[in-house]
Structures are given as C-alpha cells and as structure tokens.
C-alpha cells in the first residue's frame, strides 16, 4: 500500500542549482500534480499532468519543469534554484474523473539558500 | 474556473466545544466539494466529499459538512473537537475545465486547547 511516494524528504540547495523531485503512485492514476505550499497561501498548482506523455502548466509553473513518460513517474525539476522556490512541495494524484479523491506524498521540504 | 475561499486562516477552540470551519466557493453548473485534513509534517488526506445526492456528508471521526448551493457554501462542523483534532484544514472544487484540476483554499489552521 505505498500509494503515492516523494523523494527526497528534505534538500538543501544554493541558488543557482538544479535538482529533481521525485513523484511515484502505484495506483494507476491517470491524473498527477505537483503544488508548492507556502504559509497562508495554501496549495499552488505548479504542473499537472492527466498521463503519460500529457502534461500542463498550473497557476506557478515559472522555473519548474516536468515530464510524464510512465503513468507511474512525475518528476519536478528545478532547472535553476532561487530563494523564492523555497517552500514544502506535494505530488498528488487521482482517477481522472472531478468525483476522485486525490491521495498526496508526504512531501518535499525545500530551502534553497 | 472555480475558486475556494476560507474565511478562516486560525480557529482557536476548547477541547469539547463545537467547531464551524467555513468555506465558500464560486458557483458552477455541477460541484464537487471536499474537505481534506493535514496534520503536522504530513501530506493532505481526505476528510469528506459532496458529490452528489444528501447535502449533508460525514466523516469517520465526527466531522459533517453541509453543501448549500444558494450560499454556495460548504462549511465543515464538529459538535465536540478533540486534541487530536488540531491540523490545517483544506477546502477543494473540483475545476470544471478540461483539465479537471483540484482548486484548494488557503487552509485553516485549527488550534484545539485543553
């Protein structure tokens, strides 16, 4: 009963570095996302993607990128880290119907120094 | 497109006391509301969902929420609230565009003391 996986837990980045986040659910859920999560600003849609091969932009997109080759993977990658992308990033995902409960990762806690 | 507004950033309240934690959204043809629950250092889990049929939806653990289509409110209710009850609390609609995204509130932070 993994359901949806994040990895790493925690990273520390400069400015100006790249990393990947990654995203894995075992659910064969059509539909996955990623959203960032700053204090009173709640959940942002960075991307989201609804399978393989499909993806799109969320309300903040800017620096991020993705890809969506497995129904399985969704990795968010960082191409040049600022201060600003500090913040606690979720990977979702649900059944591709607007009825389906979406199950999250337990997060990535990102400080980009 | 579909938005979500929590009235609420901090709810303090006594242990046993009743709780209303409010939440409205902007209207649509079809709605699909639900209430998700994130305790501290872990991912957002489902509380309850409307989807269609009862307006009153309930959880496992006490919880009830009321979905009001001329309020165009979902507003989620506790009778009695436990310690174990303190956590954020996220409303989401489902986003009646074709890309079916999951719009999510600001969240309300709710604080439950003995």
């Known amino acids: 009963n993994a359901g949806v996986t994040q990895t790493p837990k925690f990273q520390v980045l400069k400015t100006g570095q790249s990393m990947t986040l990654q995203c894995a659910q075992d659910?064969?859920?059509?539909?996955m996302s990623w959203y960032r999560q700053d204090p009173g600003m709640g959940l942002r849609l960075i991307h989201y993607s609804v399978g393989a091969g499909i993806t799109d932009q969320g309300e903040v997109p800017n620096g991020y990128n993705v890809s969506r080759s497995t129904t399985e993977d969704f990795p968010l990658r960082l191409l040049s880290a600022a201060p600003s992308q500090t913040s606690v990033y979720f990977c979702a995902s649900r059944g591709i119907g607007r009825n389906t409960e979406a199950f999250f990762g337990q997060g990535t806690r990102l400080t980009v120094v | 497109a579909q938005s979500v507004t929590q009235l609420d950033s901090q709810v303090p309240v006594f242990e046993e006391a009743p709780v209303e934690l409010r939440c409205n959204y902007s209207?649509?043809?079809?709605?699909?509301l639900f209430w998700y629950v994130q305790y501290p250092n872990q991912g957002l889990q489902l509380l309850l969902k409307?989807?269609?049929?009862?307006?009153l939806v309930k959880s496992i653990n006490g919880f009830e929420a009321e979905f009001n289509k001329s309020q165009t409110s979902f507003h989620l209710r506790k009778p009695s609230v436990h310690i174990s009850d303190t956590a954020e609390y996220f409303c989401?609609?489902?986003?009646?565009?074709?890309?079916?995204?999951?719009?999510f509130g600001a969240g309300t932070r709710l604080f439950v003391k003995a």
């Open positions: 409307y989807l269609s049929g009862s307006t």
């Open positions: 659910m064969n859920h059509e539909y």
């Open positions: 989401a609609v489902s986003d009646d565009t074709g890309g079916f995204k999951t719009i």
């Open positions: 209207s649509s043809v079809s709605v699909y």
